[in-house]
């Protein structure tokens, strides 16, 4: 069964930087390509970025330059390193693996603050 585990998130300060973690299990990590999506109170969820298994990423627009998307294979784990916070960014962020049915992680807070 496959299972997501996010973690990392918390209170951070605007211009702060948080590293985010999604430990997967129960398949082939290396073989599919990851993503992390948010979603923020009252919005619909969105994607953020994608890391395809050759290590080749995308980001969305709004987090461009400001947050890296990565992956240890060897620890089956993804990872968002997110750089220059700001209260937009403050949403549930999820791992979340697009050739499952419903692969989708608990989620992990990220609220930025003053």
């Known amino acids: 069964q496959v299972q997501l585990v996010e973690s990392g998130g918390g209170l951070v300060q605007p211009g702060g930087s948080l590293r985010l973690s999604c430990a997967a299990s129960?398949?082939?990590?290396?073989?599919?390509?990851m993503t992390w999506y948010r979603q923020a109170s009252g919005k619909e969820r969105e994607w953020v970025a994608t890391i395809t298994t050759l290590g080749d990423t995308r980001y969305a627009d709004s987090v461009k330059g400001r947050f890296a998307i990565s992956r240890d294979n060897a620890k089956n784990t993804l990872y968002l390193q997110m750089n220059s916070l700001k209260p937009e960014d403050t949403a549930v962020y999820y791992c979340?693996?697009?050739?499952?049915?419903?692969?989708w992680g608990q989620g992990t807070q990220v609220t930025v603050s003053s």
């Open positions: 979340h693996r697009p050739a499952g049915v419903n692969d």
């Open positions: 129960g398949f082939r990590f290396r073989n599919y390509l």
